[in-house]
C-alpha cells in the first residue's frame, strides 16, 4: 500500500476511532497532541479533528502516535482496536520495506563510490597499457648508423672498405717479374756453327797429334 491510500483509508479509521472516545477521552487526547496550536483545537468539531491531526503530524506518524495514546489512555477494546490494529500493522509493513529499499540503497551507493576509488587508485597508464607477467617492456632502441670510415686514397688506387672487425689492409698490386730470359738474336745461329767447327777443327787436330806420337814410338 502507497503512503497517499494509507492516508485516505487512515482519515476514516480516526475519524471512527475518536467516536468512540468520551468527552474526557478526547480532551484528554487533544492536549498531549502538542504539535497543533490551541487554537487550532479549540471549538472544532470531532469531526473536523481527524484533518488537522494528519495535517500537522502526518499519516505515518499520526497512527503511532494515536496508538501510543490509546494505551495510556488506556482504551484498549475492540471499539477503538478494531480500526486502529490494522493501520498500525500496515504502517510497520511500510517502515520495513522503506528500510530495505534504503539499504539497498546505501549498498548500491557503497559498492559504486568503492569502485571508483579503485579505479582512481589505480596508475593511469595501467588502464591504458596491458602489464606482461615476464615484466615490463623496454621501449626499442633505435639503431644508430655507423659513420662511414672509408677513406678515399687520392691517384689510382682503389677505395679500400673498412672490415667492422677491424682495417683492411689495402690490396698490393702484384709486381710483374722480369722476364730475364734473352732471346738470342739473328747471329746466334752463326756463332753457333763456328763453335762446332772450331770444336771440330782442334779434335781433328788433336787426332793427328796422337797419329804423329804413334808413328814416332813405332820408328
Known amino acids: 500500500m502507497s503512503l497517499k491510500a494509507l492516508e485516505k483509508g487512515w482519515k476514516a479509521a480516526l475519524t471512527n476511532i475518536l467516536e468512540h472516545l468520551t468527552d474526557s477521552q478526547f480532551s484528554k487526547l487533544l492536549f ?12 472544532k468539531a470531532r469531526e473536523q479533528i481527524p484533518q488537522i491531526i494528519i495535517e500537522y503530524y502526518g499519516p505515518e506518524e ?34 520495513q520495506k522503506n528500510k530495505a529499499t534504503t539499504s539497498k540503497s546505501a549498498a548500491d551507493s557503497g559498492s559504486a563510490a ?18 606482461d607477467p615476464a615484466g615490463p617492456v623496454k621501449p626499442k632502441q633505435k639503431k644508430t648508423e655507423k659513420p662511414n ?15 667492422p672487425a677491424g682495417p683492411v689492409k689495402p690490396k698490393q698490386k702484384k709486381t710483374e717479374k722480369p722476364n730475364l730470359t734473352l732471346k738470342p738474336t739473328g747471329s746466334t745461329k752463326t756463332s753457333q ?3 762446332a767447327a772450331v770444336q771440330s ?8 797429334k796422337k797419329a804423329s806420337k804413334k808413328k814416332e814410338s813405332n820408328l
Do not use: H, W, Y
Open 114 to 131: 568503492k569502485k571508483r576509488k579503485l579505479a582512481a587508485d589505480q596508475p593511469k597508464s595501467c588502464k591504458a597499457d596491458k602489464t
Open 62 to 95: 499520526s497512527i503511532s502516535v494515536i496508538n501510543k495514546e490509546m494505551m495510556q489512555i488506556p482504551r484498549k477494546d475492540a471499539a477503538v482496536q478494531g480500526p486502529l490494529i490494522p493501520f498500525v500493522k500496515k504502517l510497520k509493513e511500510l517502515r
Open 193 to 195: 756453327g763456328q763453335s
Open 149 to 163: 670510415l672509408t677513406l678515399k686514397p687520392t691517384g689510382s688506387t682503389k677505395t679500400s672498405q673498412t672490415d
Open 201 to 208: 777443327g782442334k779434335m781433328k787436330t788433336a787426332a793427328v
Open 32 to 43: 498531549k497532541l502538542d504539535k497543533i496550536p490551541q487554537g487550532k483545537k479549540a471549538g
